[in-house]
C-alpha cells in the first residue's frame, strides 16, 4: 500500500467515496476473515473489507486498489475448503449485495444471476418452474454462484452431470486494472475466440472476478430413486462400485462413505446400518419415471453381490431424509473431535480403494483419527483427519499429513483438488502437480490478467 494511504481509516475514506461509507467495514470483522478452514486454525486479516452494490462498483474498487497497489481479496460465501477467500492484508471485496437475478427465461432453460445470488436459492427459483440446476455443493444454503465459479465446485451429482463450469454460458467480470468485460452469453456454443471464459472458471479470483453469470438449466428428472448398500470391508465396497461403472450404468450420483466415517455419522443413517458395515455406497437414479425405475433396479442388482444390506427407497419422504444425512455427514465427521482438515484429492476411480487405505494409514502415522467419503464415480475423496481445534500439535500434523495426501495423489495418477480449489492450503503443491512448462503457464497467465499480482495474491498459483 501506498505510503499516504497506510492506515485502515485513510483507506476506509477513499473507499467510502465509491460505494458508501456504510459499505466499508474495518478490517477486523471476523466474519470475512475465515472460510470452513477455520477449524484447522487458518484465520486471516484485512485493512478493510468493501461491500459493493454492483458490478460498476466492482471495476470502481478494483480500478481504485490497482491504482494505489492494494492487494484485493474477492469473497463469496467463506464456504471453502482451501482458505480461498481467506484474506492476507488488502481488501476483502465481498460480493454478497450482487443478489439479483437479471433476467429467468425458463421456456428457453435458462438464467442470468449475479454473483452473490446463493446456490439454494438459484435452484429453488429453477425448480418451482420445473427446471433443474445440477451443481450442488454440500454448502448450497450459503455458498454463493459466484464463489462456485470461482472454485469450479462440484457435488454429488457432477458424476452425471458434471461441475459448475459445465453450466456457465456467460461470464460478466471486472478484471485488471478496473474493467467490466463479458465473455459468452445467453447462447450454447461460442468457439470464436479463445476459451477465457473457462479461464476464469476455477480461478479462485486471482484472475478477475466474476459479477454475474449466464446458466443454463434442464427439465428437472420427473424421479429421483436412490439405492443405499452395505459392506463389510472397503474392498467389497470399491469392487461394488465398479461392477456398477463395468455394466454401463449412468446413475445422477454414486457416492460411498468408509467405515470411519459410518461411525461418526452412521447413527443416524435413515433405518439404521446394519452390523459390521465398514462401507456405503449411494447411488441415484433420475429420469422419467420408467427409466428411473429400471435404472434403479439395475443399480440394485450390480450393488448386491457382498452387500450386508441394500435398501432402494421409493417415497419422496424416504428419499429426501437420505440426501439430508449425506448432506450432513461433514458436520457429523467435525462433532467427532471438534474440527478436521479435509482434503479433495481425486484419483482415477479403480484406484479408490489404494486411496481410502493410504489415507487411514497417513492418519496412523501422524496419530489422528482418519476417515473418507466422497464421491466414488469421479474418484474424489474427502480425505480426512479429525482434531481438536485448539491444539496446535494436532494441527501441525494435520496439515503435514495433508501433504501426504497430495503425493498420494500424484502417485496414483491423480490430482490434489476435484472441486475445491488450490487456495493458500495447497500453496505449492500445483507446481508438483504439473509438469516444469505447464506450470509456466500458469504463470505467464496469471502476469497476463494481473501485471501487478494484486488479485488474491498467494493463492492457485
Avoid at 11 to 21: F, R, T
Avoid at 112 to 126: D, F, H, K, M, P
Avoid at 176 to 187: A, M, N, Y
Avoid at 232 to 247: H, T
Wanted: proline fraction near 7%; hydrophobic fraction near 40%; glycine fraction near 12%.
Amino acid at each position: 500500500m501506498s505510503s499516504s494511504l497506510d492506515t485502515s481509516a485513510a483507506l476506509a475514506s477513499e473507499l467510502s467515496q465509491l460505494v458508501g461509507a456504510k459499505h466499508v467495514l474495518t478490517g477486523d470483522v471476523p466474519e470475512y476473515l475465515h472460510d470452513a478452514t477455520e477449524t484447522a486454525g487458518l484465520r486471516g486479516r484485512a485493512d478493510g473489507i468493501v461491500r459493493p452494490a454492483n458490478a460498476e462498483e466492482v471495476a470502481r474498487v478494483l480500478a481504485w486498489c490497482y491504482e494505489h497497489d492494494v492487494p484485493i481479496v474477492p469473497r463469496g460465501g467463506g464456504t471453502g475448503y482451501a482458505g480461498g477467500a481467506v484474506p492476507f492484508g488488502g481488501v476483502v471485496l465481498s460480493l454478497e449485495r450482487l443478489n439479483r437475478v437479471r433476467s429467468f427465461e425458463p421456456l428457453l432453460w435458462r438464467i442470468n444471476v449475479e454473483a452473490g445470488v446463493r446456490t439454494s436459492e438459484l435452484r429453488r427459483i429453477a425448480r418451482e418452474s420445473g427446471l433443474y440446476f445440477p451443481p450442488d455443493p454440500g454448502s448450497a444454503e450459503s455458498s454463493q454462484i459466484g464463489g462456485n465459479i470461482a472454485t469450479n465446485a462440484g457435488g454429488p451429482h457432477a458424476f452425471k452431470y458434471g461441475v459448475t463450469g459445465a453450466w456457465v454460458t456467460g461470464l460478466e467480470a471486472v478484471v485488471p486494472p478496473g474493467e467490466l468485460i463479458q465473455l459468452g452469453g445467453p447462447i450454447r456454443k461460442d468457439v470464436a475466440g479463445y476459451d477465457l471464459k473457462s479461464l476464469l472458471v476455477g480461478s479462485e479470483g486471482t484472475l478477475g472476478i466474476v459479477t454475474a453469470a449466464w446458466l443454463k438449466l434442464l427439465p428437472a428428472p420427473e424421479a429421483t430413486l436412490p439405492v443405499a448398500a452395505f459392506y463389510g470391508s472397503a474392498e467389497a465396497g470399491c469392487r461394488a462400485i465398479e461392477r456398477v461403472l463395468g455394466f454401463g450404468l449412468v446413475p445422477a450420483a454414486l457416492e460411498y462413505l468408509d467405515g470411519a466415517t459410518l461411525s461418526a455419522a452412521g447413527s443416524t443413517f435413515p433405518g439404521g446400518t446394519p452390523a459390521g458395515a465398514e462401507f456405503l455406497v449411494l447411488a441415484e437414479a433420475d429420469g422419467p419415471a420408467e427409466e428411473a425405475d429400471r435404472l434403479q433396479r439395475e443399480l440394485a442388482e450390480a450393488l448386491e453381490e457382498e452387500a450386508l444390506a441394500l435398501s432402494s427407497p421409493r417415497a419422496p419422504a424416504e428419499t429426501n431424509a437420505l440426501w439430508r444425512w449425506r448432506e450432513g455427514v461433514s458436520l457429523a465427521v467435525t462433532a467427532r473431535r471438534g474440527g478436521k482438515l479435509s482434503e479433495d484429492i481425486v484419483v482415477p476411480p479403480e484406484r479408490l480403494a489404494e486411496a481410502i487405505a493410504a489415507t487411514l494409514e497417513i492418519g496412523r502415522r501422524h496419530n489422528l483419527p482418519a476417515c473418507s467419503w466422497g464421491h466414488a464415480g469421479d474418484g474424489n475423496l474427502h480425505s480426512t483427519f479429525m482434531l481438536a481445534p485448539d491444539d496446535p500439535s494436532e494441527r501441525r500434523r494435520a496439515l503435514e499429513a495433508a501433504r501426504e495426501l497430495f503425493e498420494l495423489a500424484r502417485t496414483l495418477g491423480g490430482s490434489i483438488s476435484g472441486e475445491h480449489g488450490v487456495g493458500v492450503v495447497k500453496a505449492g503443491e500445483l507446481e508438483r502437480d504439473r509438469s516444469p512448462r505447464a506450470h509456466a503457464l500458469h504463470r505467464d497467465l496469471k502476469r497476463l490478467f494481473d501485471p501487478k499480482g494484486l488479485l488474491n495474491p498467494g493463492k492457485k498459483v
